[in-house]
């Protein structure tokens, strides 16, 4: 695997430094076979991903330690905090809140499922770290039928304006479990940073409206990056895992059906591989960079490192023909062994575009307006461009 994944605190501190070893981060994640050593891999950070014209305090929200902020709340596992559950916090959370409430959940694992409703608003989650602070269930479609996908998430967020960073999300359930949700987000203005997102099928429910992630881990096998919000994913890493018996792995599946709907699923910068018990069945089980759920499906992978696990053909209907014509399905300036495009489908879904064309997909255009810089606004780091260099 020739990847590296820049994590916030790496990012944020000791301006800017090098990653040098993703190793650390990615044996810490319990996936099974998940044993790299990375020594010697490294890739160039962005410049200028912070915008210049944000103040200290909001800067502080993403850059500052924990210890350093003062949340609202405290959540611990050892007692420390003032409850020790997530839910329990939660119930302090004002309705429909303009400002930002900040629950800080300290290091332990969370088994529980956490649901913030729509008038739970502007709430901002902050953990010890991905692998430090992580919140879990194995709820699925099979063992707890009649229970739908939307149901099975470990985290669901419908409150606008939610962010969270340092921060890991999990679902057990397995390849047996089927549809088994780590994260769903069906609200606007959705920001996460440095969370990893670990499950099987339907792993990240990015389900309505813009939402963006920054260095984030999100891992999985069926459609595990999936619906129908305006998703931009920066800086990602992608882990392919083995899937269950006859299975293919399917990293996207966008779900827009309606022409006036603004969404799409955009990799940009990211690092697509597999997690080292996949490798050996790449060949059986497959890997197709994504499907058309609806008939105006639209994904967009560019300025993206790709492995060598995904499969030529690239991409595989879902459902009979459906978007094989209509859909939008873009690579442009990736690289890697995976990135060779020459034995891709030949669907008229699949187009070639210019460097203008894809600008509008880059954070400051797709997700952001002159007038509404919802995203810089925080002080997250972003590049709201085409990346150079890479």
């Not at 502007?122 to 229970?147: A, E, Q, S, W, Y």
């Not at 459609?223 to 895992?241: G, H, K």
């Not at 827009?256 to 591989?273: D, E, G, M, W």
Request: charge should be positive; hydrophobic fraction near 35%.
């Amino acid at each position: 695997m020739n990847s590296i994944l820049k994590t916030s605190m790496e990012l944020t501190q000791n301006s800017l430094t090098m990653v040098t070893k993703l190793s650390t981060i990615l044996n810490s994640l319990n996936i099974p076979g998940l044993n790299i050593d990375t020594t010697g891999f490294e890739r160039k950070l962005l410049s200028n991903d912070g915008p210049e014209w944000m103040g200290h305090a909001e800067r502080r929200l993403f850059q500052a330690k924990p210890t350093d902020l003062k949340p609202n709340i405290v959540v611990a596992k050892d007692g420390s905090g003032k409850y020790d559950t997530i839910t329990k916090a939660l119930a302090e959370v004002p309705p429909k809140s303009p400002n930002r409430f900040i629950i800080h959940i300290k290091a332990g694992t969370y088994k529980e499922q956490v649901l913030l409703p729509k008038e739970m608003t502007n709430v901002m989650f902050i953990g010890d770290g991905p692998t430090k602070t992580i919140i879990t269930n194995d709820l699925n479609c099979i063992r707890d039928h009649p229970l739908k996908t939307f149901g099975t998430a470990t985290v669901g967020v419908d409150g606008a304006g939610f962010m969270a960073r340092d921060i890991g999300f999990e679902n057990t359930a397995g390849p047996p479990g089927h549809q088994a949700v780590a994260f769903r987000a069906t609200c606007d203005m959705v920001i996460m940073f440095n969370c990893y997102f670990n499950g099987y099928q339907d792993t990240l429910y990015a389900h309505k409206q813009k939402q963006f992630y920054r260095d984030c881990l999100i891992s999985g096998t069926v459609d595990f990056i999936f619906e129908d919000a305006a998703s931009v994913f920066q800086n990602c890493l992608i882990i392919a895992r083995k899937p269950g018996e006859n299975q293919n792995n399917m990293i996207t599946a966008h779900r827009r059906k309606f022409p006036y709907t603004h969404s799409a699923i955009v990799l940009q910068n990211c690092t697509i591989s597999g997690a080292p018990d996949y490798l050996p069945v790449k060949d059986k089980s497959k890997t197709y960079l994504g499907r058309p759920w609806k008939a105006l499906a639209r994904t967009i992978i560019m300025q993206s490192n790709i492995d060598d696990i995904i499969t030529p053909e690239g991409y595989s209907p879902m459902v009979g023909t459906v978007g094989v014509d209509t859909s939008y399905f873009v690579e442009f300036q990736n690289r890697g062994p995976g990135a060779k495009t020459e034995g891709r489908v030949k669907w008229p879904a699949i187009k070639t575009i210019d460097i203008n064309e894809a600008k509008k997909w880059t954070p400051g255009v797709f997700l952001e307006t002159e007038t509404d810089k919802w995203i810089s606004q925080t002080g997250t780091l972003c590049y709201p461009d085409m990346v150079p260099g890479v």
